[in-house]
Structure formats: C-alpha cells, structure tokens
T-cell receptor, first 115, second 112 residues
Framework: AQSVSQHNHHVILSEAASLELGCNYS??????LFWYVQYPGQHLQLLLK??????LVKGIKGFEAEFIKSKFSFNLRKPSVQWSDTAEYFC?????????????FGKGTRLSVIA | DAMVIQNPRYQVTQFGKPVTLSCSQT?????MYWYQQKSSQAPKLLFH???????NEADTPDNFQSRRPNTSFCFLDIRSPGLGDAAMYLC???????????FGPGTRLTVL
C-alpha cells in the first residue's frame, strides 16, 4: 500500500520568506498527487494536483509543486509567504485504478507565518 | 455554488448514545467519502460509496455505519459512540474514485 511522508511537522516563517514543504511517497508506479490546505476553522481545499504532463504544477494563491519521479517527491513551494498562508498543509496520493484506498494523506505540516 | 454540505456543524452526544451525521452535495459526484480527523492529524478514510457500492476500510470499527439513499445524500451512523470517537468528521465527494476530492466543512463531534 502506498504511504506519504511529510517530514516537517511545524514550520515557522516570517512574512516574505520562501517556503518549501517536503512530500515523499512510497509507490513506484503511476500516481496522482495532491496538495490540500486547511486554513484555521475552514474545510480542506485543493491547492494543486498532478496527474501527468509538466512536472511543475502551478496552483492557487501563488503555490507551485514539482513532481520528481526519481526522488518520489512532490514538494510544495511558494516564493514569498504571507500571514494569510498560515494553515495546515496536507500532501496526498492515490494510485489510479489500483483498487487501493482512493486517497492517502500525509500527516500534514503546520505553517505559521509571523509578521 | 456547487458544494458539499454537512449538518450539523457541531454535535454533542452522550457516551453510547447513537448519533447520525449527514452530508449532501450539489456536485452530482458519484463517489462520496467519510473521513475521521482528530486534532493535528491527517484525515483517516472510514469508507466510501462508488455510486451505491459500499467500500469499507479494513480498520474501520463496526461501530461506524453508513447509508447512501441517493446520489446527493450520505449519512454516517455511529451506533455507540465512545470517548475515542470524538473528532471532526469530514465528508467529501469526487467524480470517479481517483480524481480530486471536494470536502465539506466537517461536523465536530463531542462525546460526553
């Protein structure tokens, strides 16, 4: 079964700092990859997704992620964070047509942006 | 706007007293999911429906049941809630099992 690792549990950044959140998955075949965000008191929202094609994916709110197949990674980046980016970020993966669990989440990374 | 709606947003029940949480969607998606999310943890899939086909995760306790009477509605029944069942319960939908999932706001369950 696939698994997802997010190595950073809590990241604290100052406004305007650059962000990179790590995500690694364990499955060796074709995967679909997602980043979800959960702002305080709000529901999970999709930031971006990768199914195929250009491995550099651009999402909402200035976020992007790069799929590196050789490293089994899908790291999330943002060049300059804002206070409003304070949230919990979840990486998730599924294996198309596998019959496995439809979506497996990482444990999440809490991002705190301070002024 | 098309969306996923969960009612109630907050539910308080007593230990052992059955409770039902509801989810409805206007997206006309064929797949609906129920997740349990505890504080500072990832959502944990309990089960999902692909149309009317029910798919239970292997480690979902028997205490948790679900019903999907039609495409738009799905219910989570907790037959005898324990203190360990206090959590946020998330409903999600997708068009097909492996596409993007759309989440509702969740129901926070408190067990006294």
């Amino acid at each position: 079964a696939q698994s997802v690792s997010q190595h950073n549990h809590h990241v604290i950044l100052s406004e305007a700092a650059s962000l990179e959140l790590g995500c690694n998955y364990s499955y060796g075949g074709t995967v679909n990859l997602f980043w979800y965000v959960q702002y305080p008191g709000q529901h999970l929202q999709l930031l971006l997704k990768y199914f195929s094609g250009d491995p550099l994916v651009k999402g909402i709110k200035g976020f992007e992620a790069e799929f590196i197949k050789s490293k089994f990674s899908f790291n999330l980046r943002k060049p300059s964070v804002q206070w409003s980016d304070t949230a919990e970020y979840f990486c998730a993966v599924n294996v198309p047509n596998s019959g496995n669990t439809p979506l497996v989440f990482g444990k999440g990374t809490r991002l705190s942006v301070i002024a | 706007d098309a969306m996923v709606i969960q009612n109630p947003r907050y539910q308080v029940t007593q230990f052992g007293k059955p409770v039902t949480l509801s989810c409805s969607q206007t997206l006309n998606h064929n797949v609906m999911y129920w997740y349990q999310q505890k504080s500072s943890q990832a959502p944990k899939l309990l089960f999902h429906y692909y149309d009317k086909d029910f798919n239970n995760e292997a480690d979902t306790p028997d205490n948790f049941q679900s019903r999907r009477p039609n495409t738009s509605f799905c219910f989570l029944d907790i037959r005898s809630p324990g203190l360990g069942d206090a959590a946020m319960y998330l409903c999600a939908t997708s068009a097909g099992t492996y596409n993007e999932q759309f989440f509702g706001p969740g129901t926070r369950l408190t067990v006294l």
